[in-house]
């Protein structure tokens, strides 16, 4: 079993994020005592299983004080296993290093830095508050706090980015000597700012590919579309269909062929933080997930799940995909999402 805990509060909201957050910072108290009420009544309905990771993402967790964490932490201790992995996301104009030697002495292990860029211009344009400074300076408190498995986020396909972009970026990453890089596409989200503005966009396989080669000659090897170095063992859960418990407003929790979607508002979940929508996911849909998210990463997809055993005849024969006896797998994850429709 795998945990998700939703922190909703931002110290401000970036043109392009379509996640779930808020800026006013009026209702953490409220707020984390319905997180408590949430986490402790679905780890009653564990039934001795164990924990094997946790993330808690945003939103920032790192704009919240972090002795509201500790409740969090103390419940979910007696159902970790052993070498469970602890990962909270943190953005650097907000990381300091009392919260971060606080977090980990309640057993944090694994920290995500939101950088975006090491470009001031690239910054501004994304609406973070921060400085290229900054994430250097978060980084070496991370490893002040005794963290060793550290990750900064990275955003290309801007308006902004091409080679000279690309190849700065890439020079200050390895500045930073860190474990892990996450690489996103900038996308264009409904109901956010930046949507429809496609001038603020450049697609380009080939700037794609310059980066992800950039990072995997770092030495931090490519295992999924977006990630690169130490293999997060959470996010390699949700790639593979793992059940996992959703904490907090916005979460979704997967349990078997029913999915959990709580409340998308901060108010509605305080005064009832158990309420779930429960959708009921078919075999056909459970089964595309898995081609989906398996072709985006190094697990591959079953053989048997694949719908459409002409077309992957087709993608065997012409080298698009490479099998073992039991899977398949693709090393163009750029194409995953074209493959998979073919496949399904």
Excluded at 65 to 93: G, H, R, V
Excluded at 144 to 171: H, P, Q, R, W
Excluded at 263 to 291: G, M, T
Aim: charged content about 25%; hydrophobic content about 40%.
């Amino acid at each position: 079993m795998r945990v998700y805990i939703h922190i909703p509060f931002c110290a401000s909201k970036c043109p392009y994020c379509a996640f779930g957050s808020v800026t006013s910072l009026d209702l953490i108290k409220q707020y984390f005592k319905a997180l408590e009420l949430d986490l402790k009544t679905q780890l009653q309905n564990l039934n001795a299983q164990k924990i094997k990771s946790v993330f808690i993402g945003g939103g920032t967790p790192s704009v919240v004080n972090a002795k509201f964490y500790e409740p969090i932490f103390m419940l979910l201790a007696p159902f970790l296993s052993k070498n469970a992995e602890l990962t909270s996301e943190a953005n650097p104009n907000s990381l300091n290093l009392k919260w971060l030697e606080n977090m980990r002495a309640f057993g944090l292990n694994r920290i995500s830095i939101g950088s975006q860029s090491f470009n001031e211009k690239k910054l501004k344009f994304l609406g973070r508050n921060h400085s290229p400074k900054d994430t250097f300076k978060a980084v070496e408190y991370a490893k002040i706090a005794g963290f060793t498995n550290i990750n900064v986020d990275l955003m290309y396909a801007s308006k902004l980015d091409d080679e000279k972009m690309l190849k700065s970026e890439l020079e200050n990453i390895k500045k930073l000597q860190i474990s892990h890089i996450s690489a996103y596409a900038l996308s264009l989200e409904k109901n956010t700012p930046f949507f429809g503005h496609n001038e603020y966009k450049k697609d380009s396989t080939r700037l794609a590919k310059y980066l992800f080669s950039g990072l995997c000659g770092l030495g931090l090897r490519q295992y999924e579309i977006s990630n690169f170095g130490r293999i997060c063992k959470h996010n390699l859960g949700y790639w593979r269909g793992d059940d996992y418990i959703g904490v907090g407003a916005f979460s979704v929790g997967t349990l078997g062929f029913r999915r959990f979607n709580a409340p998308r508002s901060l108010n509605a979940y305080i005064k009832n933080p158990n309420f779930k929508n429960i959708e009921l996911l078919s075999k056909a849909q459970k089964d595309f997930e898995r081609v989906f998210l398996g072709l985006r990463c190094i697990l591959g997809v079953e053989k048997n799940i694949i719908k459409n055993k002409t077309n992957l005849k087709i993608l065997l024969e012409n080298a698009k995909l490479r099998q073992n006896e039991t899977r398949v797998y693709n090393d163009n994850f750029l194409l995953a999402d074209e493959l998979a429709g073919f496949l399904f």
